[in-house]
């Protein structure tokens, strides 16, 4: 291994002896407790054994991981039911083992993906479950093998943006505030797998996500991404708007749960409940600090439209600027064809048509170039 130190959060520290044993033949290994923070640098490795279904942020485990994506890392799993590997891959998992795995197999595990041992990562024996993000790690779970190296590129960045998203929207409900500089982790992996696999791959990798926030979100990165590349933007430009995309919809980790996962159509006053994120949201940003202007607009605005009939603040024409008018046609279209539990997700013509239907609400130039995007891919 690298040095460092290898880090252990476990809620369970007095059961874990022969696991602190195995890794600290790796490595220095801490022991930490799940609320504890993130340690100081150099960590080598991580390996979380906590209850992921426990109503806690996991700050510190989520702070390694985002500063540092590459981390080798082993989540040890009570359950490897869809509620708790969802919860893993929100937390940015890497393999995912049972929670009884022998302790030498989990420090193998971990072994196994140091960048110094080269291209050919070293699987353990007993088998290996990588975290179940997207359709090839759920295979994996039910033992069908790995996943295919582009599918792995995919499956990779979408755990990174993940693990971005849910940074936020857990620190938002946890505290009322976000870290801005968390955000930047998700920028690069969603602009290179879209660049390099496509946006096809990218629908449906991330519409195996569980959790309707998390998948809403990263669909619209994955929209603005290509659209982005598609419209020929310079490099920051598209970070500049994968970055808007990520957090347009923080507001909704003020929204109670009840309505946020509703597993049906939300009644009127539902709705207008609902509605309240975007106010909230940019609400949240302003306090924390860090967001630039570009991210405050499409926050607060991206419910807007053009002939004024949109929320919160009924803006129109002019008043709504570029940015903004972008994101909103691949937050729309991202509804359209994500994966609900109540419906099949919209095929790309019929979700298209609907855009072309919004005249006078969109900007239809832009929805003509965003066809073009998506068709193209
Ligand atoms: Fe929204
Ligand atoms: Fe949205």
Request: net charge negative; charged share 20%.
């Amino acid at each position: 291994m690298r040095a460092g130190t290898v880090v252990l959060y476990t809620d369970q520290p007095e059961r874990r002896a022969d696991l602190v044993a195995a890794l600290e033949g790796l490595a220095p290994c801490a022991v930490l407790a799940a609320a504890a923070p993130a340690p100081p640098p150099p960590v080598c490795g991580l390996v979380a054994d906590l209850d992921l279904l426990m109503p806690a942020p996991f700050l510190g485990l989520r702070t390694l991981i985002a500063a540092a994506p590459d981390l080798p890392r082993v989540f040890l799993m009570r359950s490897m039911g869809a509620r708790s590997l969802s919860a893993a891959r929100g937390l940015g998992a890497g393999v995912c083992l049972p929670a009884d795995t022998p302790a030498a197999t989990v420090a193998e595990a971990l072994r196994a993906q140091d960048p110094d041992r080269g291209p050919d990562r070293g699987v353990p024996a007993g088998g290996v479950t990588r975290s179940a993000a997207g359709p090839a790690p759920r295979s994996e779970a039910a033992g069908r093998g790995r996943p295919l190296p582009g599918a792995a590129v995919v499956v990779q960045a979408a755990d990174r943006a993940g693990a971005v998203i849910a940074g936020l929207l857990d620190a938002a409900r946890a505290t009322g505030t976000v870290d801005a500089a968390l955000v930047e982790g998700g920028l690069d992996p969603v602009l290179r797998a879209v660049e390099e696999r496509g946006l096809s791959a990218w629908l449906d990798t991330v519409r195996a996500y569980d959790d309707a926030t998390y998948q809403h979100c990263l669909l619209v990165a994955g929209l603005a991404a290509t659209f982005a590349i598609d419209l020929g933007f310079t490099e920051r430009d598209r970070q500049r708007l994968v970055r808007a995309a990520l957090v347009h919809d923080v507001g909704k980790a003020r929204i109670p749960l009840a309505i946020l996962n509703k597993d049906g159509p939300l009644d009127a006053a539902e709705r207008a409940v609902m509605r309240d994120h975007a106010a909230l949201g940019h609400a949240i940003l302003v306090q924390a600090g860090g967001f630039d202007d570009t991210v405050l607009a499409v926050v607060r605005w991206h419910h807007e439209h053009l002939d004024g009939s949109g929320y919160p603040d009924g803006l129109s024409g002019n008043q709504i600027g570029d940015v903004v008018r972008l994101v909103t046609v691949c937050d729309i279209y991202a509804a359209l064809v994500e994966r609900r539990p109540y419906r099949a997700p919209m095929p790309t013509p019929e979700a298209l048509k609907i855009l072309y239907g919004m005249d006078g609400k969109l900007d239809m130039a832009l929805v003509r170039a965003f066809d073009r995007a998506v068709s193209r891919t």
